[in-house]
C-alpha cells in the first residue's frame, strides 16, 4: 500500500557492531580518507542516549560479533541500555561468536532485548586470554642489546624487550587484568540473561556450542538468518519502518543562542602516544602534541564562557616532558576556576594517567587500562648487528657524555648510573604528583603504582579513579560542577579549518601555531591507507608507557 501523502515512516534504527565505530578528528586532514564508509562512534552514542525519546523511532536492530576492544565494548553497552530504558524493541544477531576474542561481541548482545543467531554459526564464551611475545630472543640473534632502566617491577612494557618469558610481577598483573574483565563480564551476562554466574562459569569452561547447543543452555533466544530476524521486528512494530544507520540519526533541537556564546563544556580530547610538540600523524600511528593539548586546555582557561573542562584520554603514554607540559595546564585550568573532568577511554596509562591525575574527577570504564604509575628509559645497542653486516663507526667528541646515547655503543658504568638517577628522579615525581592529584600519602599512591597496570573497577577500588562510567557521564558531572544547565552545549575549545592552517600564526597564542598547517605528505597518506613504510629505529630516552 503506498505511503500517503505527507507521512513520514517510522524509523528502526539499524547498527553494525561488527567492528567499532571510528572517531574522527575534526582537525585531522586525514580523518576522512581513514573513515571513508565507516560508522560514525559519537554520532552513534548520541543516538543511542537519545533517540529513545524520538516518537518517530520504533526500535534497534545491530549486527554484533568480532573483537572488540573491552572498553569501547562497554561504552556502547551503555548506550543501548539507555536505548532499552525507552521501551522500544532491541534485537542483536549475529552470524557467529565462535572466535576466539568473541567474547566482548556477546556480552554486548546481552544488552538487547533478544539474541538471535544465525543456525550454522555458535557461542564460544571461552573466557579472556592474554598472550605477549618477547622480543628479546629475537634482538639477541640480531645482535640488538636492550639497555633499559625501569621503575619498578611491574612497568612491563620494558619487560617484553628484556626478557625471554614473564617476571612473577609480570605474570602476576596480567592475571589480575584477566581476572578482572572476566568477573565483569560474567556478572554483565548472568544479570542479562537471568543465570546463575556459577552456571554460566560451567557454560564457559564447556564450551565452544553450536547455535542449537547455546539456545538450549539460554545463550541466545531465536535461531534465524538476516532476513528472518528483520521480518520478525518489522512485524512488531511496523511493516513500512525505514531503516536507518544510527549515527545519521538526527535530534530536533529548539532555536537557542548560538553554542560558543553561551556557557558551556569545553572537551579536550588526547588520542594517541603523548610526544612534544603539534599533534601528528606518523608511520606508527597518531601521536599527541603537548603543544596542540596544552592550546586546547590554554583556550578553555582563557574563555569566559567556557565553564567546566571534559579531558578525554585514550592514550598509552609517552613521552615524560611532554605529560608533565599538559599536566601544567590541567593544573591551570583547576586554579582558575574551572571544574576538570577526565574521561577515561580504553587506555589512559602511564603518561595518559599522569595527566589525569590532578583533575577534580576521574571517570573510566570498568575495563580502562590505567595507572601504570612507572617510567622506563634507555636505548637499544646495535654494535654487533652492524659489525655482523659489514658497518663500521668512526666518531669524534666534545664533551665526554656527547654520545651517551648513540645506538652504536652500550653505556659506561657512569653513564649508566646517571641514566638511573634520572629514571628514579623522573618515577619519585610522577608518584609525587599523582599523591598530590589524588590528595593521599605518598606511600598510598607508591603501594599501587610501581609501573602496575589497573582495570578501571580495580583502580576505583585502590583511589586511582573516581567514578565508573562513560563520556556522557563525565559531561553530566561538569556541568553539574559548573552549575549548568542540562543541555549546555560540549564545544571544543579551538578550531581551525583546512584553508585557515595555511594562514601565518601571529603569535604562540594563534591557532594556527599549533595546527598541522600542511597538506598531508607521502607517508602520512600511506599511513592512512594501511600501507606499510619504514619506520625510525630511533628511541626516546625516557618513556612514561
Given at each position: 500500500m503506498p505511503a500517503l501523502p505527507g507521512h513520514r515512516p517510522p524509523l528502526l534504527l539499524e547498527l553494525d557492531l561488527t567492528e567499532v565505530p571510528v572517531t574522527t578528528d575534526a582537525d585531522d586532514p586525514l580523518a576522512w580518507l581513514r573513515s571513508r564508509g565507516r560508522r560514525q562512534l559519537r554520532p552513534t552514542l548520541r543516538a543511542l542516549h537519545e533517540a529513545g525519546d524520538d516518537r518517530r523511532v520504533v526500535g534497534l536492530i545491530a549486527k554484533v560479533g568480532g573483537a572488540l576492544p573491552w572498553a569501547a565494548m562497554q561504552e556502547l553497552r551503555l548506550g543501548v541500555q539507555a536505548f532499552a530504558a525507552s521501551g522500544k524493541p532491541t534485537v542483536a544477531w549475529a552470524?557467529?561468536?565462535?572466535?576466539?576474542?568473541?567474547?566482548?561481541?556477546?556480552?554486548?548482545?546481552?544488552?538487547?532485548?533478544?539474541?538471535?543467531?544465525?543456525?550454522?554459526?555458535?557461542?564460544?564464551?571461552?573466557?579472556?586470554?592474554?598472550?605477549?611475545?618477547?622480543?628479546?630472543?629475537?634482538?639477541?640473534?640480531?645482535?640488538?642489546?636492550?639497555?633499559?632502566?625501569?621503575?619498578?617491577?611491574y612497568k612491563n612494557a620494558a619487560d617484553r624487550v628484556l626478557r625471554k618469558e614473564f617476571t612473577p610481577a609480570h605474570r602476576e598483573a596480567l592475571e589480575r587484568l584477566a581476572e578482572s574483565v572476566f568477573t565483569e563480564s560474567v556478572s554483565a551476562i548472568a544479570a542479562a540473561r537471568g543465570m546463575d554466574a556459577v552456571r554460566l562459569r560451567e557454560l564457559v569452561d564447556s564450551g565452544p556450542r553450536t547455535a542449537p547447543e547455546a539456545h538450549d543452555a539460554g545463550l541466545v533466544d531465536w535461531?534465524?538468518?538476516?532476513?528472518?530476524?528483520?521480518?520478525?521486528?518489522?512485524?512488531?512494530?511496523?511493516?513500512?519502518?525505514?531503516?536507518?544507520?544510527?549515527?545519521?540519526?538526527?535530534?530536533?533541537?529548539?532555536?537557542?543562542?548560538?553554542?560558543?556564546?553561551?556557557?558551556?563544556?569545553?572537551?579536550?580530547?588526547?588520542?594517541?602516544?603523548?610526544?612534544?610538540?603539534?599533534?601528528?600523524?606518523?608511520?606508527?600511528?597518531?601521536?599527541?602534541?603537548?603543544?596542540?593539548?596544552?592550546?586546547?586546555?590554554?583556550?578553555?582557561?582563557?574563555?569566559?564562557?567556557?565553564?567546566?573542562?571534559?579531558?578525554?584520554?585514550?592514550?598509552?603514554?609517552?613521552?615524560?616532558?611532554?605529560?608533565?607540559?599538559?599536566?601544567?595546564?590541567?593544573?591551570?585550568?583547576?586554579?582558575?576556576?574551572?571544574?576538570?573532568?577526565?574521561?577515561?577511554?580504553?587506555?589512559?596509562?602511564?603518561?595518559?594517567?599522569?595527566?589525569?591525575?590532578?583533575?577534580?574527577?576521574?571517570?573510566?570504564?570498568?575495563?580502562?587500562?590505567?595507572?601504570?604509575?612507572?617510567v622506563f628509559g634507555g636505548k637499544l645497542v646495535v654494535r654487533d648487528l652492524m659489525e655482523r653486516v659489514g658497518l663500521t663507526?668512526?666518531?669524534?667528541?666534545?664533551?665526554?657524555?656527547?654520545?651517551?646515547?648513540?645506538?652504536?655503543?652500550?653505556?659506561?658504568?657512569?653513564?649508566?648510573?646517571?641514566?638511573?638517577?634520572?629514571?628514579?628522579?623522573?618515577?619519585?615525581?610522577?608518584?609525587?604528583?599523582?599523591?598530590?592529584?589524588?590528595?593521599?600519602?605518598?606511600?598510598?599512591?607508591?603501594?599501587?603504582?610501581?609501573?602496575?597496570?589497573?582495570?578501571?573497577?580495580?583502580?576505583?577500588?585502590?583511589?586511582?579513579?573516581?567514578?565508573?562510567?562513560?563520556?556522557?557521564?563525565?559531561?553530566?558531572?561538569?556541568?553539574?560542577?559548573?552549575?549548568?544547565?542540562?543541555?549546555?552545549?560540549?564545544?571544543?575549545?579551538?578550531?581551525v579549518s583546512p584553508l585557515a592552517r595555511f594562514g601565518r600564526a601571529r603569535n604562540s597564542e594563534d591557532p594556527r601555531a599549533w595546527a598541522a598547517a600542511r597538506w598531508p605528505g607521502l607517508l602520512d597518506v600511506a599511513a592512512a591507507l594501511g600501507v606499510p613504510v619504514e619506520a625510525s629505529l630511533r628511541m626516546p630516552t625516557i618513556r612514561l608507557r
Open positions: 552470524e557467529s561468536f565462535e572466535g576466539s576474542r568473541d567474547l566482548a561481541g556477546y556480552v554486548l548482545a546481552t544488552a538487547f532485548g533478544e539474541i538471535w543467531l544465525q543456525p550454522s554459526g555458535g557461542v564460544g564464551l571461552l573466557g579472556v586470554g592474554i598472550e605477549t611475545t618477547f622480543l628479546r630472543g629475537a634482538l639477541d640473534r640480531l645482535g640488538v642489546e636492550p639497555q633499559l632502566e625501569q621503575r619498578h617491577e535461531l534465524g538468518y538476516r532476513d528472518q530476524v528483520y521480518a520478525a521486528l518489522r512485524g512488531r512494530v511496523a511493516e513500512d519502518a525505514e531503516l536507518l544507520f544510527a549515527d545519521r540519526w538526527q535530534p530536533h533541537r529548539r532555536p537557542s543562542l548560538p553554542a560558543r556564546r553561551r556557557g558551556h563544556v569545553a572537551l579536550v580530547e588526547v588520542r594517541g602516544a603523548i610526544a612534544s610538540g603539534r599533534t601528528r600523524r606518523g608511520p606508527l600511528g597518531r601521536q599527541v602534541g603537548s603543544d596542540s593539548v596544552s592550546a586546547q586546555l590554554r583556550a578553555a582557561t582563557s574563555n569566559d564562557r567556557v565553564q567546566a573542562v571534559v579531558l578525554r584520554i585514550d592514550s598509552p603514554g609517552g613521552s615524560a616532558v611532554a605529560s608533565d607540559t599538559i599536566w601544567r595546564e590541567v593544573c591551570r585550568a583547576r586554579e582558575a576556576g574551572k571544574p576538570v573532568i577526565v574521561s577515561m577511554a580504553e587506555v589512559a596509562a602511564s603518561g595518559g594517567y599522569y595527566i589525569a591525575c590532578p583533575a577534580d574527577v576521574i571517570v573510566a570504564l570498568p575495563a580502562t587500562l590505567t595507572g601504570s604509575i612507572g663507526t668512526g666518531s669524534v667528541e666534545q664533551g665526554a657524555r656527547s654520545l651517551m646515547f648513540s645506538p652504536r655503543r652500550g653505556f659506561s658504568d657512569e653513564e649508566r648510573g646517571r641514566l638511573a638517577a634520572t629514571i628514579d628522579a623522573v618515577y619519585d615525581d610522577f608518584v609525587g604528583k599523582v599523591a598530590e592529584g589524588r590528595r593521599r600519602p605518598t606511600s598510598e599512591i607508591e603501594a599501587v603504582a610501581r609501573g602496575r597496570v589497573w582495570t578501571g573497577r580495580d583502580a576505583l577500588d585502590r583511589g586511582l579513579v573516581d567514578e565508573l562510567g562513560d563520556l556522557r557521564d563525565a559531561v553530566r558531572i561538569a556541568r553539574e560542577r559548573a552549575r549548568l544547565p542540562k543541555d549546555a552545549p560540549v564545544l571544543r575549545p579551538l578550531h
